[in-house]
């Protein structure tokens, strides 16, 4: 059984919400289980500890996939993402001691904390303060809320102190997605220390962004990127033979030529050989 855990602290006042009714970052202890198999109902068992202190103790038998107002709980597979609120309580934890017991098993982790202050800006492309909240999504997607969080302020500008581990993605928007802007995504990170970062919303965004050397004995880099605008702007359908089956296109790319791209490695430009057209398969 793999077994991680973490602690998150809000430390952001009612009035520092902007948008309360639609994200409210918590004080939570997050839980991530990969079981070989989930089998109702087991035990969770958290202490934390600040200094050898006792700080926080719960201890509570999951049933079944539902939150409940103590934590929000996630189910697929084997996976299992629980957080339990804390909300009263104020600090960082140095370790948190996590009891599994399932099946007649009883499976133990200690966790040894460490942080990392995250801060920056949230701006607009033309560099104006875009206030929004600023998402950290955890080891797993899933639950109804990803509370690793904090909002920016009027000014655009925001800090946060995180669990270092590996994050599936940081998450910016201000609740106007699909609206009048589309989002900030950032994949795949891991903090291990103090970082700045500065995120730009508007009304265009790159989804993904991977790079893999040329495994043919040449000195290149292929690096595959997915640019989108805001489908009010500029959406087209049509339909394409690909393999010999007609599929519907909807295009919500910009039309982006050599001179629109600049490529920087290690802070030098590089030299942009060719661009290409690739076409992805969707869930629609």
Not at 80 to 109: H, Q, R, W
Not at 119 to 132: E, H, I, L, M
Request: net charge neutral; proline share 4%; glycine share 6%.
């Amino acid at each position: 059984m793999n077994i991680e855990s973490w602690w998150f602290e809000n430390k952001q006042n009612r009035d520092e919400i902007l948008q309360p009714d639609w994200f409210i970052p918590k004080t939570h202890c997050g839980v991530y289980i990969e079981f070989e198999k989930i089998e109702l109902p087991f035990q969770i068992k958290i202490v934390t500890f600040c200094q050898k202190e006792k700080i926080f103790f719960k201890a509570f038998d999951i049933t079944d996939a539902e939150s409940t107002q103590e934590y929000d709980i996630f189910m697929k597979g084997n996976v299992c993402l629980v957080k339990i609120f804390a909300e009263t309580i104020k600090g960082l934890p140095d370790n948190i001691a996590v009891t599994i017991k399932t099946n007649g098993k009883s499976y133990k982790k200690d966790i040894k904390c460490q942080y990392s202050i995250i801060k920056g800006s949230t701006t607009d492309f033309n560099g104006r303060a875009f206030p929004a909240a600023v998402v950290f999504q955890r080891r797993a997607f899933g639950g109804n809320y990803p509370y690793i969080g904090v909002w920016s302020d009027k000014a655009g500008k925001y800090s946060i102190t995180v669990p270092n581990g590996e994050y599936c993605a940081y998450h910016v928007e201000d609740n106007s997605y699909k609206k009048s802007s589309l989002e900030n995504w950032s994949w795949k990170m891991c903090v291990d220390r103090d970082e700045i970062h500065n995120f730009k919303i508007g009304t265009g965004e790159v989804y993904g962004l991977s790079v893999r050397e040329d495994t043919g004995g040449g000195n290149f880099l292929f690096m595959y990127f997915r640019p989108m605008i805001l489908p009010q702007i500029r959406m087209q359908e049509y339909t394409v033979n690909l393999n010999g089956k007609n599929r519907k296109v909807m295009d919500i790319q910009p039309d982006l030529e050599e001179k629109d791209l600049q490529v920087f490695i290690d802070n030098e430009k590089a030299k942009i050989l060719s661009i290409q057209k690739i076409y992805e398969t969707g869930r629609y």
